[in-house]
């Protein structure tokens, strides 16, 4: 098998950001106190890839782009016929990674890789993955770079491979998706107030200001067109609630 490599223009746009460091990173935990809706959708993804059928008498070669500590991974790993590759580009994340996902490591069902996804992707053959899953990941992608990534998705997926993501995909009513965001600080200031832990407040506003910004936030129709241009079909929605959005898209 070949695979083409990709350009990656000079521009910062088309360059993997390091979002995921300090405090953040650290205290990653804390996520599931200020947004449930991403452990549910770990599940979720986890549940959409255990539909997906069986490539007969060997593993389904899925790569996860985005393992953080490895809640989305550990519910992907209940599919029994499943080998992971999962890459992340914190070192952080991926630390913590290892420790809660060592048995499965031990296993050898699991390989963590630190390396971003566009990187990554480009070493990757064409056609030589069953299926790409991702849970709160792209969404932290600058478009271009974001456009980029899906792309070399569908190149190394095989044909009838499958791209799984579930997401923050912004309203289409912007007004409604601007009073969703508000609530959602809102809701970030209750949850630190409560647990006294003012000090983490300051690095997740501004890390919600970043989802929110131009060139991050992720658009359900513009998203769906821009995966129909690079070739998938059907591109469909499974579950959405707000901003949280469960997708795939077949190659």
């Known amino acids: 098998m070949t695979h083409s490599a990709i ?12 979002l995921f460091k300090g405090p953040i990173a650290e205290e ?13 959708m770990s599940r979720r993804v986890g549940q959409l890839v255990n539909t997906l059928p069986s490539p007969g008498n060997r593993s ?16 992907l790993l209940a599919r ?23 048995d499965y490591l031990t ?23 069953d299926v ?5 990941t792209l969404h932290n992608f600058l478009e271009p770079y974001r456009n980029l990534v899906l792309a070399e998705i569908f190149r190394v997926l095989k044909p009838g491979g499958v791209f799984i993501n579930g997401d923050r995909y912004a309203l289409d009513d912007s007004l409604m998706h601007l009073h969703a965001t508000q609530e959602e600080a809102r809701h970030y200031f209750r949850t630190f107030i409560r647990l006294n832990r003012i000090d983490l407040l300051e690095h997740w506003i501004i890390h919600l200001f970043s989802d929110e910004s131009p060139d991050h936030v992720m658009r359900l129709g513009t998203a769906m067109d821009t995966m ?15 901003v949280n959005t469960l997708m795939s898209a077949l190659k």
């Open 80 to 102: 029994p016929d499943v080998w992971i590759t999962s890459v992340d580009n914190a070192p952080t994340m991926l630390a913590q990674a290892r420790h809660h996902l060592a």
């Open 7 to 18: 350009s990656h223009p000079s521009s910062g746009l088309h360059q993997a950001e390091h």
């Open 107 to 129: 296993f050898q069902r699991l390989q963590l890789v630190e390396n971003d996804a566009l990187s990554y992707l480009a070493g990757q053959a064409d056609a030589s993955l």
């Open 60 to 75: 389904l070669r899925l790569l996860e782009i985005g393992c953080g500590t490895g809640i989305t991974t550990l519910n």
């Open 228 to 242: 129909a241009a690079i070739g998938f079909d059907p591109v469909e929605v499974h579950y959405r609630d707000g």
């Open 132 to 136: 790409v899953a991702s849970a709160y």
């Open 28 to 40: 990653y935990a804390m996520l599931q106190a200020i947004c449930p809706a991403a452990a549910d």
